[in-house]
């Protein structure tokens, strides 16, 4: 079963820049999945339009069965959303919040009142359901938007970088929560992030780069591609290590600061014979398998966090 369907999607801004070129993407149901790139890559743009906020210049996508250009009403009655802004009102209690929230959505009364206890104490925010949220912190209120986007019970929860600027345990508790609605009610979960370690966590990962699809698959194959752990050295003498290890491995080695580094098939394996090969005592070595950083680089050429590069 597909959730997201997208066809060949595009957005044109100002008749010139294709924010997202053509997209094509299929998102199963039941997953939690990370669509992930560097800044100015086209996800919000992508997200606008699966959550029929913005019309596509081309193409279309089907969100829970539903055609965004055709059914944008079914659609929004089937998604959730979280933006990266806090749209609550600050003057507002939480209960409030949510009570009002539900009120748009024709939910009221005793399955209002039930649904929003239900979710307050599932966010942990029920001891605080009182406080006006201008009395909340981040982590606090990302938690309580997350609750008002499920208030209607939606099939799809749209997320935009949900966990930036949070700590450590808020971000623990919302993928547990957001797991656990994924398992109960056969959520999925579409999320944007720039977080990678965050993003080892989906099921699948999309990586879009200048409004285009570059690759899709599970954490798994997209660091498969990369293929070969990094193993990193110092030496006493760094310049003649690598010059020893150039000669007698064929390696491409690098001398940085403060390490050696090259990429090797089976590291593991490969370390006692570098040991034993050079002709310098060795101080310390590490060996690391491919990580999501190694993949998004070796397909976007840049770092997550490196800001926007000049447009192609
Ligand atoms: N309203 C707009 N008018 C013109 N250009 C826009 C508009 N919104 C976005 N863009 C451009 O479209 C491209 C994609 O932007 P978008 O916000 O979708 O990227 P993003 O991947 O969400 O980036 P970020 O990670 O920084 O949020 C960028 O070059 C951006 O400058």
């Known amino acids: 079963m597909t959730a997201i369907a997208v066809r060949n999607l595009a957005k044109w801004y100002s008749g010139s820049i294709a924010a997202v070129a053509d997209l094509t993407l ?30 596509p210049t081309a193409g279309t996508a089907e969100v829970a069965g539903f055609d965004i250009r055709r059914h944008p009403d079914d659609v929004r009655r089937s998604i959730g959303i979280v933006f990266q802004e ?110 990678l370690e965050e993003a080892e966590h989906c099921d699948r990962i999309a990586i879009m780069d200048h409004g285009d699809l570059v690759t899709e698959g599970t954490p798994a194959e997209l660091k498969a591609v990369v293929g070969d752990d990094l193993v990193e050295m110092r030496t006493e003498n760094d310049e003649a290590a690598a010059a020893s290890i150039r000669k007698q491995f064929d390696l491409d080695v690098v001398v940085g600061d403060p390490n050696l580094r090259m990429r090797v098939r089976d590291g593991a394996a490969l370390v006692p014979q570098l040991c034993a090969a050079i002709p310098v005592p060795v101080m310390s070595v590490t060996v690391r398998p491919p990580s999501l950083d190694d993949a998004f680089l070796h397909y976007t050429g840049r770092t997550i966090r490196e800001e926007e590069g000049p447009r192609k």
């Not at 299929?26 to 019309?55: C, E, H, Q, W, Y």
């Not at 919040?97 to 104490?121: M, W």
């Not at 959520?187 to 977080?195: A, P, S």
């Open 26 to 55: 299929d998102v199963p149901t039941g997953s939690i999945f990370g669509f992930l790139g560097p800044n100015g890559a086209g996800k919000t743009t992508t997200i606008s339009m699966l959550a029929t906020l913005l019309r």
């Open 86 to 195: 806090s749209t609550l009102d600050p003057d507002l209690s939480a209960e409030e919040n949510l009570r009002f929230y539900a009120s748009l959505f024709g939910i009221g009364g005793r399955a209002a009142r039930g649904t929003i206890a239900d979710l307050l104490t599932l966010m942990d925010l029920s001891d605080r359901r009182k406080s006006p949220i201008r009395t909340f912190s981040g982590g606090m209120r990302r938690r309580l938007e997350i609750a008002r986007a499920l208030l209607h019970a939606p099939k799809v929860l749209i997320l935009d970088e949900p966990t930036t600027g949070l700590d450590p345990q808020t971000r623990i508790l919302i993928w547990d929560q957001l797991r656990r609605f994924r398992a109960e009610y056969d959520l999925t979960v579409f999320m944007t992030t720039h977080h």
